[in-house]
């Protein structure tokens, strides 16, 4: 009969601690914006720079004109984050960026080159009103000095997952280790807004931003990536 009462109270003790600690790696991240898309969320919390967006089932909808298609979220980044979404890029859109901590007319890009089946991390110039040539997003001086992987696009909905800690940037898509930053040069500022460009057709849902704090805004451990590869050439959008 101790024995019994021995166990039961071991049995407690566990459940209790298990609790606990859920609970402060819970405390850890918070959800500080999530979107389900409807018209009327669209124009609340977004801001349409260019391109054609509409909403549909619960999806959002882009298309470039004459230039890119461009959405700004009005909703700042924290200081260290889990940015999530899904996507799917029509084959003819060669380009899908998620613009990440913009601020002052600067940005730091994650793009999606459907041309070249690749991602790369891009330091980026943002035009709200377009310059001299109408474009809204530029390249700018870091060209060939920012990472890009091979990664094969396919016309499926894809899962991102953007981690920021500290000066590290860490990209996740369909669960898979793909391409990360360790900005030694300053180029990511903190906070600031996000958004996504697109050259051609896409849909976006899901959009999810956590804060992170103590444990969960540490790198994540042995993050590998893809083998990075030499720009065989620039572009300037």
Request: charge should be positive.
């Amino acid at each position: 009969m101790q024995s019994l009462r021995h166990i039961i109270k071991y049995t407690l003790v566990l459940i209790f601690l298990q609790s606990y600690f859920l609970q402060i790696g819970q405390a850890q991240t918070k959800v500080v914006y999530q979107e389900k898309f409807t018209e009327k969320s669209l124009s609340k919390n977004w801001e349409q720079v260019n391109g054609n967006w509409t909403i549909k089932n619960d999806t959002l909808y882009g298309e470039r004109n004459r230039e890119w298609a461009v959405l700004i979220a009005k909703k700042s980044l924290p200081e260290n984050y889990i940015l999530s979404f899904s996507m799917l890029a029509d084959p003819k859109a060669y380009l899908f960026e998620l613009m990440t901590n913009l601020n002052d007319n600067h940005f730091l890009g994650i793009l999606l080159n459907q041309l070249e089946n690749r991602v790369a991390i891009e330091d980026r110039a943002f035009f709200p009103k377009g310059n001299d040539m109408g474009s809204h997003i530029h390249t700018k001086g870091h060209i060939g000095r920012l990472p890009k992987v091979t990664k094969t696009a396919e016309a499926v909905w894809t899962d991102w997952k953007v981690q920021k800690t500290g000066n590290q940037i860490f990209i996740w898509m369909n669960d898979e280790e793909i391409i990360s930053l360790k900005d030694t040069m300053g180029i990511v500022k903190p906070k600031g807004k996000f958004g996504f460009a697109i050259n051609g057709k896409a849909k976006i849902k899901s959009v999810k931003l956590l804060k992170t704090k103590g444990e969960a805004s540490l790198p994540p451990a042995n993050f590998k990536g893809r083998p990075l590869i030499k720009a065989s050439f620039s572009f300037s959008e």
